[in-house]
Nanobody, 117 residues
């Protein structure tokens, strides 16, 4: 298993930027993919962006061109740079990790992002 801790969430105005961080510990060697998910009140959790150890990145259509996911070289930290934030980006953002069989290795506790004037 992997322990994940997110940070960086806060209140930001529409059009603003924010960077989230997720730090992983534990069985790091087993991680192939790390992803950012979000869950808004009354909605299902959805994938925002994910990155593989080999560098492949995927984004939800709603954030393409605004958000960027990146990682450090040993896959212990993943970042989500969020630009041009909109009120509909308001949600709790979670980090998760998956192994080479796409099995889930764990979830972070979540960090709240609120976009409001």
């Amino acid at each position: 298993q992997v322990e994940l801790v997110e940070s960086g969430g806060c209140l930001v105005q529409p059009g603003g930027s924010l960077r989230l961080s997720c730090t992983a510990s534990g069985s790091i060697f087993s991680i192939r993919t790390m992803g950012w998910y979000r869950q808004a009140p009354g909605k299902q959790r959805e994938l925002v962006a994910q990155i593989q150890r080999v560098g492949r990145k995927d984004y939800a259509d709603s954030v393409k061109g605004r958000f960027a996911i990146s990682r450090n070289s040993d896959m212990t930290t993943v970042y989500l740079q969020m630009n041009s934030l909109k009120p509909e980006d308001t949600a709790v953002y979670y980090c998760s990790a998956f192994d080479y069989r796409d099995g889930n290795l764990g979830w972070g506790q979540g960090t709240q992002v609120t976009v409001s004037s």
